[in-house]
C-alpha cells in the first residue's frame, strides 16, 4: 500500500471534530459552490447561444445567394433563374442539407387603427418550416397552392399587436413600387423569434405573390437560403459556395449578415471565463488555507516522520492526497448540483425571461457534454496544482524543533 495514502486516510479520521475539519468543509463547499455555478453558466450561456442561433438559422438559413447588384434597397433585388446551375445541382454538394428559394418585397400594411411598414418574405413549399415551428406562437403556416399564390401570411406578434389583429382576421398590405398595388391578405398565424430584425418588419408569405408584384414569370426569385450540414464550418463552406456559384452571384453568410449578434454572443463567452477564473481563484485561496492550518495543526506528525527517515516528497504526498480527496469530494456535489438545478429548468422553466429583452421566454439549457468535462478536468487541475504552494512550508520544518512543537 502507498505508505502517503494510507497516513492521508489516518489524518482524514483523526482530525474528525478538529479546526482544521471545519475549515475542510468550508473547503469542499466552496469548490462545490464554485464548480455548480461554473457548469450553470456554462449551460445557460450555451442554451442563450444555441436558442438565438438557431432562431436566426431558421428564419434565414446558414447562407443566403443574391445577385450582384448596385442599388441601395437589399429588399428589391435583380431575380436569380430556377435554372441556375447551383441550384438545379444543390444535391451534389456534399455541404449543403437544403435550398428554398425566397424573395423579397417592401410594403405597408394599413388598417382602421394603425400603418405600419413591413417587408414581405416569400418563400415556397420547400421552405423548411420544422426549424421554423418552435417560433410559431398559434395557428398554421400558410399553405401553399400550385395553381395560384396564397394570400394567406404569417405575422409577428409584435406586428399583430401594433395593428390589434389576429389569426383569421384580414389586412390590406399597400405594395410599395410603381404605379402601386395592394393586396387583401388572410392572417394564417403568428410568430416570435424575439429577434427585432425580424419581428419588428417581417411577415412571411407565398413567393408567388412577390413574383406576380415583381411580374416575374415562375422561374425567378430573388434569391436562395442556404442549409449547411455542419454550420460549425461556416467559412470553409462560404469558400466552396464562391466556387460553384455563376459569376454574378454572391454568397452572405447570417454570421455576416447579422454580425451585431453574433459578435453579442461571442462578447458572453469572454464574460463566462472572467467569471470561471474567480471561481478557480477562490477555490484554490480556500483549499491553500485548508493545507495550511492542517500543516501547522500536524507539525508535531510532520517531526517524527522526518526524524523516522521520511523524505520531504513523502510527507508532501500526505497532505497533497488529503487536498485531493477535498477537490474529489466539492467536485462530486458540484456536479450534483449543477446537474439537478440544470434538470429542474430544462424540464419545467422555473426561471422565467423577459422575451422583449433577453429574445426568449425562459432561461434555456443546453447539455453541452464537452464544456462539462472540460471545467471538470480544469477546475481539478488548477486546484491541485495549488496544493504545491502550501506543502513547500514542509521542506522548511526542522525535525527537532517540530517534535517539540506544541
Known sequence: MNLSYFISKRINKDHEGSFSASIGRIAIASIAVGL?????????LRGFQTTIVDKIYGFAGHMQISRYTLKSNNFDEPPISLTSDFYTHWKEYDFVSHVQPIGYKMGILKTEEAVLGV?????????????????????????FSDSSYSLEVLLSKRIADKLE???????????VQNPPRFRRLSIAGIYETGLEDFDDRMILGDLGLVQRL???????????????????????AENEMYDVLDSDLYADTADNKYFQIFEWLQMLDRNVAIFLVLILFVASFNMVSFLLI????????????KGLGATDLTVRRIFSWNGMRLIAKGMLWGNVIAGGLGLLQSQFHIIPLDA????????P??????????VNILTFVVVNLTLFIPTTVIINIRPIAAIKFD
Not at 36 to 44: E, N, P, Y
Not at 365 to 374: E, N, P, S, T
Open 36 to 44: 455548480a455555478s461554473a457548469l450553470v453558466a456554462f449551460l445557460i
Open 119 to 143: 417587408v414581405f418574405k416569400g418563400v415556397t413549399i420547400d421552405f423548411d418550416s420544422t426549424k421554423f415551428a418552435p417560433s410559431l406562437l398559434k395557428g398554421h403556416f400558410p399553405h
Open 165 to 175: 389583429k389576429d389569426v383569421g382576421d384580414e389586412v390590406i398590405m399597400y405594395v
Open 214 to 236: 415583381n411580374n416575374w414569370p415562375d422561374s425567378l426569385v430573388g434569391g436562395y437560403e442556404v442549409f449547411l450540414r455542419d454550420p460549425s464550418d461556416m467559412e470553409a
Open 294 to 305: 492542517l500543516i501547522m495543526e500536524r507539525t508535531n506528525m510532520i517531526g517524527v516522520l
Open 356 to 363: 422583449a429583452s433577453y429574445y426568449m421566454h425562459y432561461v
Open 365 to 374: 439549457i443546453y447539455w453541452d457534454w464537452w464544456a462539462i468535462v472540460l
